[in-house]
Nanobody, 118 residues
Framework: QVQLVESGGGLVQAGGSLTLSCAAS????????MGWFRQAPGKEREFVAS????????YYADSVKGRFTISRDNAKNTVYLQMNSLRPEDTAVYYC???????????WGQGTQVTVSS
């Protein structure tokens, strides 16, 4: 069973930076895609970024492209989301997700709150 534990959320001023971490366990993740999603109050959960564990290929939502970077540490089985130039509209609960290639995201973390003040 895949377990995902996020950390690194918090309160930051607009223009600042935060790095989220997602520690993954329970599987060998070489055939997995890892993703970050977020959900703001009153809004649906939306895709932020994804990374293919096998080849490192990444994808980003247009709203974060050029500001956020998803990366992985193979030795630690950890995925990161480096967030720069944060905006108030980035305020949300951020979730880490994992899924086998082609199967969608079937495993989710508990979420970590990111609040960006103006």
């Amino acid at each position: 069973q895949v377990q995902l534990v996020e950390s690194g959320g918090g309160l930051v001023q607009a223009g600042g930076s935060l790095t989220l971490s997602c520690a993954a366990s329970g599987r060998t993740f070489s055939t997995y895609v890892m993703g970050w999603f977020r959900q703001a109050p009153g809004k649906e959960r939306e895709f932020v970024a994804s990374l293919s564990w096998n080849d490192g290929r990444t994808y980003y939502a247009d709203s974060v492209k050029g500001r956020f970077t998803i990366s992985r540490d193979n030795a630690k089985n950890t995925v990161y989301l480096q967030m720069n130039s944060l905006r108030p509209e980035d305020t949300a609960v951020y979730y880490c997700a994992a899924g086998r290639v082609g199967a969608g995201f079937g495993s989710w973390g508990q979420g970590t709150q990111v609040t960006v003040s103006s």
